[in-house]
């Protein structure tokens, strides 16, 4: 069975919170973490949006698992500040920091100022950041004029081990694109079919790199609570790209999901109160050939959730 990891939403909880969520979920059975990077929230509601890199070098301090997380460099990052960051985080805590590396949303991005470009351009960026990134942390000196601008750029602190840089990829075409430069892939829950497209796209032109599954669930007792959750906190995540790249504020995405229903939540959100169920939902994603699943439970109170799944869920995972 794949490893079980815990997924750190910054945009719902804050910093200091999920701190202790997430030596808790490693004290549960958890085998590694997984941390979002936004400026801000996806609603209003949820309400918070604390300093990814910030907390990252904390949470490795407190704990003693792998800890991966999503960034987007080119526009609110410039990728040697990005280099210097995780060059830094893995200097301190070797082998366990993996960055997920994709081409951002409008609503973290636009802080900037500048223009938001077209699909074809992020990517054409994203590939640029890649390059430069990769080669500070090989030591080089990078000069780079292109889409980024970068002028004799040196690491001077660097790790022995880079950590691994991954794509993000919603979409087949996405993952086959990213497997000519990642290391290995991580993508979201969707039907099991797309989910196929999705990994054979990128095996086709990656090979045999890991693939990592991030999987939003909502759980509660009763079935109606863990409904009610993910439709609150929640339902502002339910549209496809390319709206949910290209919204810009809090208050526009509570717009756009004033018609969203409670059972439109089943699109996107696997919910249930019988942790079996997740036992089955998870499996079928092993099956697809996912080494590695973060669960986000969408709420914004962790502490039950990773109790149930530490006595329901991860142990028939792991027997």
């Known amino acids: 069975m794949p490893r079980v990891g815990w997924h750190a939403s910054h945009e719902q909880i804050a910093p200091s919170k999920l701190l202790d969520d997430v030596v808790h979920a490693e004290r549960a059975g958890f085998a590694a973490a997984w941390s979002s ?12 949006s604390g300093f990814a890199f910030s907390w990252l070098g904390a949470a490795l301090a407190r704990t003693g698992f792998p800890i991966g997380m999503v960034n987007a460099p080119g526009q609110r990052y410039h990728p040697a500040v990005v280099a210097q960051a995780v060059g830094t985080l893995a200097e301190m805590f070797p082998g366990r920091l993996s ?21 074809p351009t992020r990517n054409a960026r994203l590939r640029e950041c890649v390059d430069i990134i990769r080669a500070l942390l090989a030591g080089e000196e990078v000069t780079h004029r292109g889409l980024v601008r970068v002028d004799r750029a040196r690491l001077w602190t660097r790790p022995e ?8 990829a919603v ?21 099991a079919e797309t989910l196929r497209r999705v990994v ?24 109606d ?21 290209d919204i810009a504020t809090p208050a526009e995405f509570d717009a756009a999901a004033k018609h969203v229903r409670p059972e439109d939540m089943h699109a996107g959100v696997l919910i249930a109160s019988d942790p079996k169920r997740f036992v089955e939902w998870l499996r079928e994603a092993a ?3 996912f080494e590695e699943i973060y669960v986000h439970h969408v709420g914004q109170e962790q502490r039950a959730f990773i109790d149930c799944f530490a006595e329901h869920v991860l142990p028939e995972l792991h027997g």
């Open 225 to 245: 609570e863990a409904l009610r959750i993910a439709h609150e906190q929640w339902r502002t995540n339910v549209f496809e790209a390319p709206l949910c790249w």
């Open 37 to 48: 990077d936004h400026f801000s929230p996806w609603s209003e509601r949820q309400g918070e």
């Open 161 to 168: 081990q880079p950590p691994r840089l991954l794509a993000t």
């Open 287 to 289: 099956d697809l050939g």
């Open 99 to 119: 960055v997920a590396l994709g081409t951002g949303e409008f609503s973290n991005e636009h802080i900037t100022g500048e223009p938001w470009p077209d699909k």
């Open 200 to 223: 054979d796209a990128f095996r086709d032109r990656g090979g045999d790199k890991p693939l990592a599954l991030q999987v939003h669930v909502s759980w509660a007792p009763d079935e």
């Open 171 to 191: 979409s087949a075409e996405t993952a086959g694109w990213a497997g000519e430069w990642a290391e290995g892939l991580i993508t979201i829950w969707q039907p």
